[in-house]
């Protein structure tokens, strides 16, 4: 089993930033390709960006959807059990709320076959 908790979510202006953090809890975790999902009102829950999971310490490749290719990034910190997603040039399109999911590999998880979800948090981002 994996808990996954986000924070960092909040209200930004356009063009600003901000850092998403998913805490994970259980064993495990550092096996576990690590994602974000985003869903807006109205509209169905869309990828965002994936890192798998690796034997270093920060973490393996990375993936990302279109709409946010170069101006956000995953990290994630095994020794702390986190994974981060910062978030720059926010645009109000980018308004959703967003998920930290956990899946046996990358492929997986950005196909929505996705064994553990967080609760969401929600980000805002006015014009």
């Known amino acids: 089993q994996v808990q996954l908790v986000e924070s960092g979510g909040g209200l930004v202006q356009a063009g600003g930033s901000l850092r998403l953090s998913c805490a994970a809890s259980?064993?495990?975790?550092?096996?576990?390709?690590m994602g974000w999902f985003r869903q807006a009102p109205g509209k169905e829950r869309e990828f965002v960006s994936v890192?798998?999971?690796?034997?270093?310490?920060?973490?393996?490749?990375?993936d990302y959807a279109d709409s946010v290719k170069g101006r956000f990034t995953i990290t994630r910190d095994n020794a702390k059990s986190t994974v981060y997603l910062q978030m720059n040039r926010l645009k109000p399109e980018d308004t959703a709320v967003y998920y930290c999911?956990?899946?046996?590999?990358?492929?997986?998880?950005?196909?929505?076959?996705?064994?553990?979800w967080g609760q969401g948090t929600q980000v805002t981002v006015s014009s």
């Open positions: 999911a956990a899946g046996r590999d990358s492929g997986r998880v950005k196909a929505d076959m996705v064994d553990f």
């Open positions: 259980g064993r495990a975790y550092r096996t576990y390709a």
């Open positions: 890192i798998s999971w690796s034997v270093s310490w920060s973490g393996g490749s990375t």
